[in-house]
């Protein structure tokens, strides 16, 4: 059967390049860019998933309008402005287009984008940052994730939990899969892992029911291994970080084996990083060590200081945790020395939560090991500090992680005051991880409870609930 490629008359435009909107990113890498995007959302009370490859798509010309969301982030960034003045095409052109594409980058609609449906080798393609699909993560609450409602990866589970075979995969999934996987970092990000981890397990099954049904086009295969590893860790991160390690592991196990198939550096490293902080999470810090050495070879040629900075933070972690302090500190100064080097468009997607104040946070937790309180609480309130209010859950962290070195370093009011702050949090947040924490802390404050704030701070503890 000949496809409409074959019988078309005439070839499509290919996109032009946005050059109004390249020159407003500036001096600014496009990562550094999608992060002021991304605050600019927050400054209004909008939620956007923008990252370094949104920013690259935008100035190819491949987006050629923003949906709504993205618009009034854009207006508000540049007052004064049109979408007209940013290199946007109108709305009604864009609603107006039709035709199919002719080629793997072409074939990622647009928001307004219309099929010919005509073409029954051809799979549905409705990605680029939907509506629905973006707001489909949020009901009934901060974080819960619908997981049912992610668009053609719900199609997918549903005709594999049916028993019918599942369809080839387009762009269109592979962007949802993509997308499912910001939309779980956002959220983790901002509530904690303990609300999303039983849902987020559906859209990571669908993933791998589409890997197994195959693709329409190689570079959307490659696209779909490549998310389905990502999402593997991120369902992996939130067994990690509500307690359940052996579900982590074995999420990381899979994302790794993924890496190895597809030949993947960069999914092997992120998922050598994330093994070896389980590691030493688990208890096993030779395997910490090896595990984040293992990801410094493979990351070293991807050519992003800032990963590297993030895998000798997990060395020295490890390091912490077999008391080994010279080793500790080695990788301290070389995590020290990759950071200074600065952002580069070589970094990783997923590395968005790493700044100076995770920097300051990890290294924390090492001089906490150790038993060096009086540094871990200087590092700790540094990252308290640092951390953008976006991270809500981090700020929580490293509050819980100051509470417990100024109340085990001998400062029991000023660590029962952190602790304070970090269940005033708990609201917002929902992190076994913190509440262990948390409940250490109270437990070396007990014999502390006529000091001031300490009686108030064990009584706050005792009365909040445990999440599941």
Known sequence: MASSMETSSQSPTPPRPNLAFRRLRGQRSPAEFAAAVRRAAREIGESVSCDARYVGRVEAGEIRCPNYAYERVFLHMFPGRTLSDLGFASRASVRGRRGRPTSETQGTYEPYDTQDTQDPDETYDNYEESDVLRRAFMTGGGAT???????????????????????????????????????????????????????????????????????????????????????????????????????????????????????????????????????????????????????????????????????????????????????????????????????????????????????????AQCWSTLGDWRRAARHARRAADLQDPHFTRNIALYTAELADDLARGGHPDEGAAAGLRVLELLGEVQSSRIQTMLAATARVLLPHRRASGVSAFLERHASTPRSA
Do not use: K
């Open 145 to 363: 994730v619908a997981a049912a409602s992610l668009g053609p990866l719900g199609l997918a589970l549903d005709a594999a939990a049916a028993g019918r075979p599942v369809r080839r995969a387009g762009t269109g999934e592979a962007g949802a899969l993509e997308e499912a996987v910001r939309r779980i970092r956002l959220l983790d990000d901002r509530h904690g892992a303990d609300g999303l981890y039983q849902r987020a397990a559906a859209p990571l099954r669908a993933a791998y029911a589409l890997l197994d049904a195959g693709a329409t086009r190689q570079t959307t295969a490659d696209r779909l291994h490549a998310g389905a590893g990502e999402l593997a860790i991120s369902v992996g991160w939130l067994a990690h970080d509500s307690g359940r390690f052996d579900d982590a592991r074995s999420h990381y196990a899979e994302a790794l084996a993924t890496a190895r198939v597809t030949g993947d550096e960069a999914l092997e490293a992120h998922a050598f990083c994330n093994t070896a902080f389980l590691a030493r999470d688990a208890g096993r810090p030779r395997e910490a060590v090896r595990a984040a050495q293992a990801a410094q070879r493979v990351a070293r040629p991807l050519g992003s200081a800032r990963l590297m900075s993030l895998l000798a933070l997990r060395e020295a972690g490890g390091w912490a945790g077999l008391a080994d302090r010279t080793g500790c500190e080695q990788a301290l100064a070389r995590a020290q020395a990759y950071f200074e080097r600065g952002h580069s468009d070589a970094d990783p997607e997923w590395m968005s939560f790493y700044g100076e104040a995770e920097l300051e946070g990890l290294e």
